[in-house]
C-alpha cells in the first residue's frame, strides 16, 4: 500500500478497538473465523452475553449478504475490482459491521423498497413480517426470502443504513450496515452512519490499493490464528503454486509474531495495524505498530544494514548469526527478519515516526 494511503488508512481507525477488512472469498469458514476475532474484542469488556451473540448474529448475516446479492454478471465485468467487501469495527461507543458487494442496477429499486419499509416497521411489525415470509416465502428470489435483512433490522433493534453507487450503466456498490450501540443506548435521528463508520472511503482506499485482509487490534496468540487462516485460504484460491503460499506464509507468521513480542505493550494490550494485498504478479506485506523510543536506534541500523545487502550477502550474515549466541530481543538482526528480507523480491520499505516521548509508530513494507 502506498505510505499516504496507508497513512491515511491508519489515522480513520487508529482509535479502534478493533477492527477487520475484508476482500475475497466468501465462505462459512471466513465467517467462522471472522467471530472468532469479534468475541476476541469483547474478552476485556464489561459488555454482556447478549450483545456478543447480537454481534456474531449480524457478522454472520452481513457476510451472508455478499453472497445472496452479488450480480455474477458484474462480478466478472469489474474484476478484478469486482470483489466483495466487508468490514467491522469495534469502537467505544458501539460497533459497525458492513457489506459491500456489486449488484445489477436493474436491482437497485427493488432493494431500496424493501430496505425502506423495514425501516418504517416497529418490532411488532417486523415480527409479524418475520412470520409471514417465514411461513409463506416469496419477497426475495436471492436465497432467505428476504430474512436476513428483516432478522438484521430486529437483532439490532435500529434501521439498516444503505447506499448505492452507480459505477456503470449495469453495475453499481451496494452497501448495507448495522450499527450496534450500547444496550441502553437510544437510537439518534439524522445520524448518517455509513458517513460515521467511514465504509465507503474505506473500501474505496481498499480497494485501489488491492487490499486482501487488513486488521486492526490487539496482537496476540488469540488473534493471529484466525487471521492466518483467512490469510492462508484467500491466498490459495488466487494462487496454486505451493512455493508462493509457503513464502507468504512463513513471512506473515515472522512479522505478526514480530508485533505480538516486540511491539509496545499498552494497558495489557499489544496493537498494530497489518495489511496484506495484491501488487503485480507478487503479494505486499505492510504492517506498523509501536515500539519504545530507546528501541529505535538499534532497528534502523538493524533494518539499513540489511537493506544494503544482496541475497549473497543476506545469506552469509544469515549463517554467522546462526552460528552466534541467542540475543536479547531487540538487541540486533533476529533470524526471522533476516530470513524474510532473503525472501523479499524488491528492497523491503521502513519509517519510523515518533507519536511521543515514550514510542513510535514502526511501519514495514516488503513485497513477496
Given at each position: 500500500?502506498?505510505?499516504?494511503?496507508?497513512?491515511?488508512?491508519?489515522?480513520?481507525?487508529?482509535?479502534?478497538?478493533?477492527?477487520?477488512?475484508?476482500?475475497?472469498?466468501?465462505?462459512?469458514?471466513?465467517?467462522?473465523?471472522?467471530?472468532?476475532?469479534?468475541?476476541?474484542?469483547?474478552?476485556?469488556?464489561?459488555?454482556?452475553?447478549?450483545?456478543?451473540?447480537?454481534?456474531?448474529?449480524?457478522?454472520?448475516?452481513?457476510?451472508?449478504?455478499?453472497?445472496?446479492?452479488?450480480?455474477?454478471?458484474?462480478?466478472?465485468?469489474?474484476?478484478?475490482?469486482?470483489?466483495?467487501?466487508?468490514?467491522?469495527?469495534?469502537?467505544?461507543?458501539?460497533?459497525?459491521?458492513?457489506?459491500?458487494?456489486?449488484?445489477?442496477?436493474?436491482?437497485?429499486?427493488?432493494?431500496?423498497?424493501?430496505?425502506?419499509?423495514?425501516?418504517?416497521?416497529?418490532?411488532?411489525?417486523?415480527?409479524?413480517?418475520?412470520?409471514?415470509?417465514?411461513?409463506?416465502?416469496?419477497?426475495?428470489?436471492?436465497?432467505?426470502?428476504?430474512?436476513?435483512l428483516i432478522e438484521m433490522a430486529r437483532k439490532s433493534d435500529r434501521k439498516l443504513d444503505a447506499a448505492f453507487h452507480k459505477i456503470n450503466?449495469?453495475?453499481?456498490?451496494?452497501?448495507?450496515?448495522v450499527y450496534l450501540g450500547k444496550e441502553d443506548e437510544q437510537e439518534s435521528p439524522g445520524i448518517d452512519n455509513l458517513e460515521r463508520s467511514?465504509?465507503?472511503?474505506?473500501?474505496?482506499?481498499?480497494?485501489?490499493?488491492?487490499?486482501?485482509?487488513?486488521?486492526?487490534?490487539?496482537?496476540?496468540?488469540?488473534?493471529?490464528?484466525?487471521?492466518?487462516?483467512?490469510?492462508?485460504?484467500?491466498?490459495?484460491?488466487?494462487?496454486?503454486?505451493?512455493?508462493?503460499?509457503?513464502?507468504?506464509?512463513?513471512?506473515?507468521?515472522?512479522?505478526?509474531?514480530?508485533?505480538?513480542?516486540?511491539?509496545?505493550?499498552?494497558?495489557?494490550?499489544?496493537?498494530?495495524?497489518?495489511?496484506?494485498?495484491?501488487?503485480?504478479?507478487?503479494?505486499?506485506?505492510?504492517?506498523?505498530?509501536?515500539?519504545?523510543?530507546?528501541?529505535?536506534?538499534?532497528?534502523?541500523?538493524?533494518?539499513?544494514?540489511?537493506?544494503?545487502?544482496?541475497?549473497?550477502?543476506?545469506?552469509?550474515?544469515?549463517?554467522?548469526?546462526?552460528?552466534?549466541?541467542?540475543?536479547?530481543?531487540?538487541?540486533?538482526?533476529?533470524?526471522?527478519?533476516?530470513?524474510?528480507?532473503?525472501?523479499?523480491?524488491?528492497?523491503?520499505?521502513?519509517?519510523?515516526?515518533?507519536?511521543?516521548?515514550?514510542?513510535?509508530?514502526?511501519?514495514?513494507?516488503?513485497?513477496?
Amino acid at each position: 500500500m502506498k505510505w499516504m494511503d496507508f497513512e491515511e488508512f491508519y489515522r480513520i481507525i487508529r482509535n479502534d478497538n478493533q477492527s477487520l477488512f475484508y476482500c475475497g472469498d466468501f465462505s462459512d469458514e471466513i465467517t467462522i473465523r471472522l467471530i472468532d476475532l469479534s468475541e476476541l474484542a469483547f474478552s476485556d469488556t464489561g459488555e454482556g452475553t447478549n450483545i456478543r451473540k447480537k454481534v456474531s448474529f449480524l457478522i454472520a448475516e452481513c457476510f451472508q449478504n455478499v453472497i445472496r446479492h452479488t450480480s455474477l454478471d458484474c462480478r466478472i465485468e469489474m474484476q478484478p475490482g469486482g470483489r466483495g467487501f466487508f468490514m467491522t469495527r469495534n469502537l467505544k461507543d458501539g460497533h459497525y459491521i458492513v457489506s459491500g458487494n456489486l449488484i445489477h442496477v436493474d436491482d437497485i429499486e427493488n432493494l431500496q423498497s424493501r430496505i425502506s419499509n423495514i425501516n418504517n416497521m416497529g418490532k411488532n411489525e417486523l415480527k409479524e413480517l418475520y412470520l409471514k415470509v417465514l411461513e409463506t416465502g416469496g419477497i426475495s428470489s436471492k436465497g432467505g426470502a428476504g430474512l436476513g435483512l428483516i432478522e438484521m433490522a430486529r437483532k439490532s433493534d435500529r434501521k439498516l443504513d444503505a447506499a448505492f453507487h452507480k459505477i456503470n450503466k449495469q453495475c453499481a456498490d451496494f452497501y448495507l450496515q448495522v450499527y450496534l450501540g450500547k444496550e441502553d443506548e437510544q437510537e439518534s435521528p439524522g445520524i448518517d452512519n455509513l458517513e460515521r463508520s467511514c465504509a465507503v472511503k474505506i473500501n474505496e482506499l481498499l480497494r485501489e490499493n488491492k487490499v486482501l485482509v487488513a486488521y486492526q487490534g490487539d496482537f496476540c496468540q488469540e488473534s493471529i490464528l484466525p487471521l492466518l487462516t483467512m490469510i492462508d485460504r484467500n491466498i490459495a484460491i488466487r494462487n496454486s503454486e505451493k512455493a508462493t503460499i509457503k513464502n507468504l506464509h512463513h513471512t506473515l507468521v515472522e512479522i505478526l509474531q514480530n508485533i505480538m513480542h516486540h511491539g509496545y505493550v499498552q494497558d495489557g494490550k499489544t496493537e498494530g495495524l497489518f495489511a496484506i494485498g495484491i501488487v503485480r504478479d507478487s503479494h505486499y506485506i505492510d504492517a506498523a505498530n509501536f515500539i519504545s523510543n530507546e528501541k529505535v536506534p538499534v532497528l534502523r541500523d538493524s533494518l539499513e544494514q540489511l537493506v544494503s545487502m544482496d541475497i549473497d550477502g543476506l545469506r552469509e550474515f544469515y549463517k554467522k548469526v546462526l552460528k552466534e549466541v541467542p540475543r536479547s530481543p531487540g538487541a540486533g538482526a533476529g533470524l526471522g527478519l533476516i530470513d524474510i528480507m532473503r525472501l523479499s523480491r524488491e528492497r523491503p520499505v521502513f519509517r519510523f515516526e515518533q507519536e511521543d516521548e515514550g514510542k513510535t509508530l514502526f511501519y514495514f513494507n516488503i513485497i513477496i
